[in-house]
């Protein structure tokens, strides 16, 4: 896997998500893009390069994106939904109690607990958190980012048995080792893993 990593040495480099902080490492954003190398026939798979691209941001971002009343509340609708799922397959089960019944009863409304929580938390995701502040996975704008897409990568994991993805013919390796070099001199990165 290829990695693309701002440059921290750089004192000028601001963080992406605000545009006037100063990032710090242990508190970069991560995504994936994918790039198709060759497709086989009858869709039943694809090559693909795979680029980890971690953008720059600061503290007061990441407590943005990630504030601590936000996991509290997430951890305690999860402790709720299993607490529920938990009693309603108790209640549902009949059965007389015992260590099985509860074990089974306990695994379950973890498992169904932590989606149901997951699924209320969506919705909860979708704000920017502040104003002039990038909401959390709008990665778009990102030049080194901007750069790949361009070029045909994909922000998600190619699904042969979907046949959405295509290989793109026209472009050369020279074209991607272009794009790599300059996202190196003009967004200052550093790629790791070639």
């Known amino acids: 896997m290829l990695h693309i990593r701002p440059n921290y040495k750089n004192p000028n480099l601001k963080c992406y998500y605000c545009s006037h902080n100063t ?9 994936r893009l994918y790039f198709i190398k060759s497709g086989l026939k009858l869709w039943l798979g694809y090559k693909y390069t795979e ?13 943005l994106h990630y504030p601590k009343w936000k996991v509290h509340f997430y951890r305690l609708l999860w402790l709720l939904c299993s ?15 015992s260590v099985g019944v509860y074990a089974f009863a306990i695994i379950v409304s973890i498992g169904l607990g932590a989606a149901l929580a997951g699924f209320i938390a969506m919705f909860f995701n979708k704000r920017s958190p502040k104003k002039g502040v990038r909401p959390l996975g ?8 901007r750069r790949l897409e ?24 020279d074209d991607i080792e272009s794009a790599f070099k300059q996202i ?11």
Not at 55 to 61: F, H, L, N, S
């Open 150 to 173: 361009g070029l045909g990568f994909l922000d998600y994991k190619p699904d042969p048995s979907k046949g959405s993805a295509y290989v793109n013919e026209d472009l050369t390796p």
């Open 138 to 145: 709008n990665n778009d704008e990102y030049a080194p980012i």
């Open 23 to 31: 990032p710090a490492e242990e508190y970069e954003e991560t995504q």
């Open 51 to 63: 680029v980890e691209v971690h953008i720059p941001r600061c503290k007061e971002c990441f407590d």
């Open 83 to 97: 607490a529920l799922v938990f009693f309603g397959i108790y209640k549902a089960a009949d059965l007389e109690p």
């Open 184 to 194: 190196k001199a003009e967004d200052d990165c550093i790629i790791s893993g070639l």
